[in-house]
Nanobody, 121 residues
Framework: QVQLVESGGGLVQAGGSLRLSCAAS????????MGWFRQAPGKEREFVAA????????NYADSVNGRFTISRDNAKNTVTLQMASLTHEDTAVYYC??????????????WGQGTQVTVSS
């Protein structure tokens, strides 16, 4: 059974930074790509960032590219999303996800419960 537990969400002022973490339980964390999605009020869930099993490749949504950084620590079974230069448009519930292979193709198979990020303008 795979469990993904996010932490680090909260309230931050526009222009500020926040660091989200995701702790994964279950076997073979290092064998799968990981990622983050978000859902803002009244909007559809959208892709934010993803990282391959070994951290060698990453992918970002255009809206966060250059401001957000995804990383992972396979020894600790964690994936992190460092967010900077936050704007009100980044307000959303952020979800940690696990993909079905070493690469971030297809739909994620596992989702965390989400953590709220609120950016005050």
């Amino acid at each position: 059974q795979v469990q993904l537990v996010e932490s680090g969400g909260g309230l931050v002022q526009a222009g500020g930074s926040l660091r989200l973490s995701c702790a994964a339980s279950g076997r073979s964390f290092s064998g799968y790509a990981m990622g983050w999605f978000r859902q803002a009020p009244g909007k559809e869930r959208e892709f934010v960032a993803a990282i391959t099993w070994d951290g060698a490749m990453t992918n970002y949504a255009d809206s966060v590219n250059g401001r957000f950084t995804i990383s992972r620590d396979n020894a600790k079974n964690t994936v992190t999303l460092q967010m900077a230069s936050l704007t009100h448009e980044d307000t959303a519930v952020y979800y940690c996800v696990r993909y079905g292979s070493i690469y971030y193709n297809g739909d994620p198979g596992y989702w965390g419960q989400g953590t709220q990020v609120t950016v005050s303008s």
